[in-house]
């Protein structure tokens, strides 16, 4: 509906698009399309919203045309505002809903990370009370690796066809439901089935970083990216300090179970959690995506952005061969290579630190010119209350990791701050090959982690920038 204020009740439509043309000296009279934005290419050129009227003067009066009713040609826009779902998240900015998606998302962060740390504590533990040889423990931590390498394109894929919501709900269902039924296992060979199946489903929640970002106005995305990561750090602390009080007394079926908590509150609470807007856009779904937007902007307490939302159908949503293309061919390797060097060097570090801890005191035997004979593979300790208030000591670096990379991170630029992690963290793990006390080892191990942790963060924000770029970066 068009509304025309007027100061005078006998001009008609045709006379004020006349006295406009004629750009006779008068009063300022706007008209607007309700509930949109709507411009005239004489509008646009001006910057305003104007028409004037000759011999108009105070007093002006609204008219309303009825719904339905045909607009004048003379007031008719041959152009409306459009916007996409970015040009929106950016007006509304980051405000109330970003912080309750953040804690949200951050909860089966949270959960991924306490699942792949009850690994450096589960290991040594069914060591000793199955009796394991030592390929068999090492088989129950490469199984959940398996399992999120073969899941993780499944997921993508879930994700692209029915959307972030759908696929990480999936996906932290499935890891809470087998995460607890692990606790129930029999036998060896059932744990380590149920535990591939628990790192099927982890390999999908990553989703939550995907969707979190899809939310994100530009300026805040790089920040509140390694800000969610502050998730990943609590979850691996929490995890320490659970089997602190949990192992002694009730052993590792309840640390098993009491670990899914977090994944049970996601689960609980994901009805809040709204689909990408930009998904439902892609896919068509316009009106949903202008609610999910809607809601964002009262929740923010911002305005609306208005206009006409454009639907962005895409046909071809990429397969894997585009990786290869010339284009894309060398960023697609070198960002393989960096993904597989910080999952390398953070997972090999995480795990191998309880062994550390119990190898006991080797440089005085190195000293003495002994030879060390080589371990029965039934041979086992189990940790200590030393080795968790270590193990406690060097998770609580990721903290420091984090913020130091926040810190540097728009400073030194992406690629730099990789590189420097890689670099101190390298030095660090060559310095544990040299005979250190275990208060050395514990501080070589704190610096390692926390580098080594900034870098994966920094590759979370490198990685969809890249990608944004086309391969140009």
Not at 155 to 184: C, E, H, P
Not at 204 to 221: C, D, I, N, W
Request: hydrophobic share 50%.
């Amino acid at each position: 509906m068009y509304c025309v204020e007027s100061g005078v009740h006998g001009v008609s439509n045709s006379n004020a698009y006349r006295a406009r043309q004629r750009g006779q000296s008068a009063k300022v009279v706007k008209f607007r399309r309700t509930g949109e934005s709507a411009r005239s290419e004489d509008d646009t050129a001006s910057g305003e919203h104007e028409v004037q009227i000759e011999g108009v003067r105070a007093g002006l009066e609204a008219v309303e045309l009825d719904d339905g009713a045909a607009v004048p040609k003379e007031f008719a826009n041959p152009t409306d505002d459009t916007f996409m779902v970015e040009d929106a998240v950016e007006a509304i900015g980051f405000g109330k809903f970003q912080w309750k998606l953040s804690v949200l998302t951050g909860l089966a962060w949270m959960a991924d990370a306490m699942e792949m740390m009850i690994l450096s504590i589960l290991a040594p533990q069914l060591h000793c009370e199955w009796r394991l040889p030592s390929w068999q423990v090492a088989l129950l931590t490469s199984v959940v690796f398996v399992g999120m390498m073969s899941s993780s394109t499944l997921w993508g894929n879930i994700s692209d066809q029915y959307g972030r919501k759908t696929g990480l709900k999936i996906s932290v269902l499935w890891t809470l439901y087998y995460g607890i039924l692990s606790a129930f296992a029999p036998v060896y060979s059932w744990i380590l089935v149920l535990r591939g199946l628990v790192g099927f489903g982890i390999g999908g929640v990553p989703q939550s970083v995907t969707l979190y970002a899809e939310f994100l106005p530009m300026k805040a995305r790089a920040k509140c990216i390694l800000l969610i990561e502050v998730f990943w750090a609590i979850g691996t602390v929490f995890e320490v300090v659970l089997a602190v009080f949990v192992m002694p007394s009730l052993g590792w079926r309840w640390l098993l179970i009491l670990s899914a908590v977090p994944l049970l509150l996601f689960a609980v609470l994901c009805f809040w959690l709204p689909e990408s807007a930009r998904y439902d856009v892609l896919s068509g779904n316009q009106e949903k995506a202008i609610a999910t937007l809607k809601r964002i902007a009262t929740e923010n307490g911002a305005p609306m952005p208005l206009g006409k939302l454009i639907i962005s159908r895409q046909e071809d949503r990429g397969k894997m061969r585009d990786l290869f293309t010339p284009h894309f061919r060398w960023t697609t390797l070198l960002l393989w290579f960096i993904w597989f060097s910080n999952a390398f060097s953070y997972y090999g570090l995480v795990l191998l630190t309880t062994e550390l801890f119990q190898a006991g005191d080797v440089c005085s035997i190195s000293s003495r010119k002994k030879a060390v004979e080589a371990k029965c593979s039934l041979a086992c300790e189990y940790l200590s209350e030393e080795d968790y208030m270590d193990l406690l000591w060097t998770t609580l670096s990721e903290f420091p990791g984090v913020l130091v990379t926040l810190w540097i991170i728009d400073r030194l630029g992406r690629k730099k701050t990789m590189a420097l992690c890689f670099v101190i963290f390298s030095l660090c793990s060559l310095l544990l090959f040299i005979c250190v006390g275990r208060n050395m080892l514990t501080l070589l191990l704190f610096i390692a982690r926390a580098f080594i942790s900034g870098g994966f963060q920094a590759a979370y924000v490198y990685t969809p920038e890249m990608g944004s770029k086309g391969g140009r970066g």
